[in-house]
């Protein structure tokens, strides 16, 4: 026998490996020098977007770095240097400084790139924002390594608009590209590819940018919505909850919201729970987190329960479902980003699930069967514009509760603390920074040039959307564009004050005399302010909620005349309000006067009676014909009953009431009604049987009083005063009473000043 061995050398390493081995090393310490070089020139041009030398040199250091990627070997691609480079994409794209298009060379060579090389799509991600590069590749066409990183590109919300016409680019932008990958996601969510893909896309997707666009957002919210659901509940999909007939008990509704602090999510929700008739709702609030404020507590004591849910999404849910609703609303936005009021809604907890004006577009989720709006805010077409069905209250959309934490201003606030000549012509907004796009800069400007020495005093960078703002870009952008239009920088006013209550921004807005609304997302709470102080108000009307609202409201106040539809007729109505002082004096008349007498967005009385009265119709509306009926049926849902509104229907409402026996839910409506009201007698009258029935003695007399001073030949309300007088024990008030009575009945004149004196003494 003979044995063969076999001898194996070792391999040899080919001729060109040590020059590629050192290539490689050479470009990674190249491309690791250059990324720290971009960063240190990103942190200066953010430092001060108006530095021009700052701006350059991160322009020359983004194509430098760019440049080396498009040269880097492409087979290298696990290199430990690449971790460095996403994460740069990552910073650039959060950052805001590729908000700005592309001059023209560098878009020129981007437009050279080749994309199919994923070295050279990485250069598109370090040179531009994704929003405006129509030809960045759909997902599919991208290394599956790299999707979390190219889905994060994609999906990052620039910081704010720089050109006139953005905002629907960036809308369509997003639309191709949700589509693209929900369809990714509903094929394959369990490729690592596509779960880091959608991964990226919940952490920072973010719609609020979308709300300046001026379509309906329906198809973008259902592509949101679709994949929100595969994440977050795909395996609850089927639950199912059914209506019970309502007939002999009261309905069970609860509120959920992230918190019930100071903000105005807040402030919008109250008005449609407070005041809740008792025997009707058994009203339960649900917070995520509880931070014990005035104004949190001022909501407990309006409902029966409140209830702060568990940490985990899977306890939130568990624990509503307990709670055996048969109707939940959600009071916090779930449409800007993924919060846990989102993936709560996500889940069915209640037969009947509601979205009220919180959220800005519609939900696109299939477990929110409601949206609430108001028949003054929609459109005849405005159903098509929502998942949900859609519910109208009759008026606004919108009601506030702002007395409930009402705190007084810190200072008042004069043109010549700001810096303004008396005589000028102040233009005033709240509007938050990301409304004023670049159209609303252009047509401020226009406005401004048009009325010469005037002055436009701007607050935009509250806190509701965000806790970091761009000042100087801002600043440093608007008066580029007042520079076209001749207008010199010094006419702007731009407030960068954190004030300390809501009440602080009203006084500050009160400088103003006029205050302009944004346009094609409006402005509805900060519209508040300015009519508080009866400073007159335009708006400009587009065809979506959102660029209704703060139309709906000056219609409830019948200032139709300052609704805007174009560019045109805002510059003409705000010019011609500006140049005519007498019309602007008579116009804040107007205004005061409707506000002195509970507009209807102010009136909670009137929204938690139509918000009631609403949920009451869609909950039967499915209780008889089941969920699905109930959100084919693409008309909207309107309450059958009528809300009493009207100082008159109160009144009566308030009496039926009391001769149901129902004294306390009395008091509240006759209340109501003398707030409407300029001097009846009678209806003092009516109010103090209801305190008295109610067992609110004082407050009775005091009611009395009030009425008999306003007539003092009315002999029921003496008759009362004997009944309240005797029932006090004040027996000589009683008998001088009766004395009153007899008097008055031969003779209408008598003299009754001093028993009124007597009067005023017992009920103190």
Avoid at 580 to 589: F, Q, W
């Amino acid at each position: 026998m003979r044995i063969m061995s076999l001898t194996v050398a070792p391999p040899q390493p080919a001729a060109s490996a040590p020059d590629l081995n050192q290539e490689v090393a050479g470009q990674s310490e190249a491309l690791s020098s250059q990324l720290k070089a971009l960063g240190v020139a990103l942190a200066a041009t953010l430092a001060d977007a108006t530095d021009a030398v700052a701006r350059e040199r991160f322009s020359a250091e983004r194509r430098t770095l760019a440049g080396r990627l498009c040269a880097w070997p492409k087979r290298e691609r696990q290199h430990p240097v690449w971790s460095d480079v996403r994460l740069m994409i990552g910073r650039l794209a959060a950052s805001g400084a590729q908000d700005f298009p592309l001059d023209t060379a560098d878009q020129a060579w981007v437009a050279g790139l080749p994309l199919k090389d994923w070295t050279g799509l990485t250069a598109l991600m370090v040179m531009s924002a994704a929003w405006r590069q129509p030809q960045a590749p759909r997902i599919a066409q991208v290394p599956d390594a790299w999707w979390g990183t190219y889905t994060e590109w994609l999906f990052t919300s620039p910081q704010g608009f720089t050109e006139p016409g953005d905002a629907e680019l960036h809308a369509r932008h997003v639309r191709i590209h949700l589509e693209d990958l929900a369809g990714w996601v509903r094929k394959n969510t369990g490729s690592a590819a596509v779960r880091a893909a959608a991964e990226s896309y919940l952490r920072v997707g973010n719609a609020i940018q979308l709300y300046f666009a001026e379509g309906s957002m329906r198809e973008h919210a259902e592509l949101r919505g679709a994949i929100l659901r595969r994440f977050f509940a795909e395996r609850d999909a089927d639950y199912e909850m059914f209506a019970s007939p309502r007939a002999g008990r009261r309905l069970r509704v609860g509120f959920v919201n992230r918190h019930f602090g100071s903000q105005t999510e807040t402030y919008t929700t109250i008005p449609s729970f407070e005041q809740l008739d008792p025997e009707r709702f058994d009203v339960t609030l649900f917070t995520c987190r509880s931070d014990r404020s005035a104004l949190e507590q001022y909501c407990r004591s309006k409902v029966a329960a409140f209830e702060v849910l568990p940490a985990d999404l899977s306890g939130q849910v568990a624990a509503l479902r307990a709670a055996s609703l048969d109707v939940v609303v959600f009071g916090t936005n779930v449409t800007a980003v993924t919060n846990e009021v989102t993936r709560l809604a996500l889940h069915r907890v209640a037969p009947l699930q509601v979205l009220n004006n919180s959220s800005c577009i519609t939900s696109g989720l299939p477990t929110v069967d409601l949206y609430v709006s108001g028949d003054l805010t929609e459109t005849p077409e405005a159903a098509g514009h929502f998942t949900e069905r859609l519910g109208l209250l009759p008026g606004p959309t919108h009601a506030f509760n702002y007395e409930a934490d009402r705190q007084a201003p810190v200072r008042a606030w004069t043109k010549a603390d700001l810096g303004i000549p008396e005589d000028s012509i102040v233009f005033a907004s709240a509007a938050n920074y990301f409304k004023v796009i670049p159209e609303m800069r252009e047509a401020w400007a226009r406005l401004l040039a048009a009325v010469p020495g005037s002055r436009l005093l701007l607050h935009p960078f509250n806190p509701n959307w965000s806790s970091d703002y761009p000042i100087k870009r801002f600043c440093s952008e608007f008066e580029a564009v007042l520079a076209r239009h001749g207008v010199d920088h010094n006419r702007l006013v731009v407030s960068t004050m954190k004030l300390p209550s809501r009440s602080d921004v009203s006084a500050l807005m009160s400088v103003g005399d006029l205050y302009l609304d944004t346009a094609p997302f409006g402005g509805v709470n900060s519209l508040v302010d300015p009519l508080e102080a009866g400073v007159p108000v335009v708006v400009w009307e587009g065809a979506t909620m959102r660029a209704r609202m703060g139309a709906a409201l000056l219609r409830s106040l019948g200032l139709d005349e300052f609704i805007a539809t174009n560019l045109e007729s805002y510059v003409a109505i705000s010019t011609g309000l500006a140049t005519a002082a007498g019309h602007r004096a008579e116009v804040s008349a107007r205004i005061k006067a409707a506000m002195e007498r509970a507009p209807q967005f102010l009136d909670t009385l009137a929204a938690s009676d139509a918000f009631g009265d609403l949920i009451e119709a869609a909950y039967d509306d499915i209780a008889e014909h089941g969920l699905a009926a109930f959100r084919r049926d693409r008309s909207p849902v309107r309450s059958l009953r009528a809300t009493p509104l009207s100082r008159d229907a109160r009144r009566a409402h308030g009496n039926t009431l009391l001769a149901h026996g129902r004294a306390d839910r009395a008091v509240t409506y006759l209340l109501a009604a003398l707030q409407q009201d300029d001097g009846t007698a009678a209806l003092w009258l009516d109010m103090a049987k209801a305190l008295r029935a109610n067992g609110q003695i004082r407050d009775a007399l005091q009611s009395l009083e009030a009425g008999l001073r306003l007539d003092q030949t009315l002999v029921p309300g003496w008759e009362m005063l004997v009944e309240l007088a005797e029932l006090a024990g004040n027996a000589d008030l009683a008998a001088e009473a009766r004395n009153v009575i007899t008097t008055l009945k031969p003779k209408p004149k008598a003299d009754i000043s001093g028993v009124l004196g007597k009067l005023r003494a017992a009920k103190s």
